[in-house]
């Protein structure tokens, strides 16, 4: 029987964290970033993207793959874009070097984008989108990430797992946020069931021959993913491509070559944010709108919102601390 998880305060599992990241080759302020980012899927819930991925980062970190002291280098294109070069390091603290800039003009002009290039995502994406949303903006992103999905009707994997996250004010209460890879499941689910010994649902992936299986550590030695939804969410994947990376300056999720670099676990290539202010057309009225298109979605049945489970979870260990698995616990003491 394994041993029961810890419930760990988010303020120390943020600390935990960030010493990890700067004890492995991050500045304070990226390790700062980042472990407030990955605490925050933990506490959310959101496992594929929390502290499951902390030896990820940290083999990334090790192999020299990603620079973990990237100074973001800003650009005021126009007035309503702004560009940021990354540095080859994380996209997050790139956003947050932008966020303020991009707040201003998306206020002045309605809208505005963030194009971000030359970064790494290894994230769940709806942090980056769901703060917008807390202070009455909506904001839609996209980030591409690495070849691992087969577009419809091909033979080979080209397009990464491709989230797009969007977020929105909602009346009286939490924000309407949804975050979801165009792949039939996401790549961090697929290395989870692998762990567990867990098999997949049908339709999400398929072996080295091209073969459907259900067996994650077959997707993951050699197959491929599938688009969620056929040739829909194929045309989602190319257009998070063409977004996230075309436009941004940032590679396709084909174009980079991590092979000498072992241990290179994060993507390197862009991500792009809109970042609307509907207070300019709808005043107040956008948010209350928002809290009807939720009320009548009730009314027919819906029970569940997207993000609802998220803020539960959240709620949950805001109360009982951030649950970690005790041999997640014991790896990280390690790490730090
Ligand atoms: P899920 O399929 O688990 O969830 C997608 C969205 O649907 C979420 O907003 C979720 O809300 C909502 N949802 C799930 N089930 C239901 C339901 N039954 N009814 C209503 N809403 C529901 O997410 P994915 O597996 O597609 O993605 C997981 C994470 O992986 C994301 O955070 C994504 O950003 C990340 N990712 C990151 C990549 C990168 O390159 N950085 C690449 C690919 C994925 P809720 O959150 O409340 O459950
Ligand atoms: O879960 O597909 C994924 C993923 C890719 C990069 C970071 N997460």
Request: charged share 20%.
């Amino acid at each position: 029987m394994s041993a029961p998880a810890r419930q760990i305060p988010f303020a120390e599992l943020v600390n935990l964290l960030q010493r990890i990241f700067v004890r492995h080759g991050c500045s304070e302020s990226v390790a700062g970033v980042l472990a407030a980012n990955c605490a925050s899927a933990q506490r959310d819930g959101a496992h594929s993207h929390g502290v499951f991925r902390i030896p990820g980062y940290v083999s990334t970190l090790a192999s020299g793959w990603v620079a973990g002291r990237a100074e973001p280098v800003v650009r005021d294109v126009a007035s309503g874009y702004v560009s940021v070069d990354a540095g080859g390091g994380f996209a997050q603290p790139a956003l947050a070097a932008a966020r303020d800039l991009l707040v201003r003009k998306a206020r002045s002009a309605g809208i505005a984008v963030l194009a971000i290039h030359n970064s790494h995502h290894f994230a769940a994406l709806w942090p980056d989108v769901e703060p917008f949303a807390d202070e009455g903006l909506v904001a839609l992103s996209v980030v591409n990430s690495m070849t691992c999905v087969v577009p419809e009707g091909a033979q080979r994997p080209l397009f990464g797992t491709n989230p797009i996250a969007f977020a929105a004010p909602c009346a009286g209460g939490a924000p309407i946020v949804f975050d979801m890879a165009t792949s039939a499941i996401a790549h961090g689910d697929v290395q989870i069931a692998a762990r567990k010994g867990e098999l997949l649902p049908e339709g999400m992936g398929v072996d080295r021959a091209g073969q459907p299986t259900r067996d994650p550590a077959a997707i993951l030695d050699g197959g491929a993913l599938l688009p969620f939804g056929g040739h829909k969410g194929s045309a989602l994947s190319m257009m998070v491509e063409l977004l996230a990376a075309a436009l941004t300056g940032g590679n396709f999720s084909f174009e980079f070559d991590w092979s000498q670099h072992p241990g290179a676990k994060t993507p390197w290539t862009g991500q792009l944010l809109i970042v609307i202010d509907p207070s300019l057309a709808q005043g107040e009225r956008f948010a209350e709108r928002s809290r009807e298109l939720a009320r009548q979605m009730e009314a027919v049945g819906v029970t569940r919102m997207p993000g609802a489970r998220r803020f539960k979870e959240r709620a949950k260990s805001a109360r009982e601390g951030v649950s970690v698995t005790a041999e997640e616990w014991e790896q990280l003491q390690a790490l730090a």
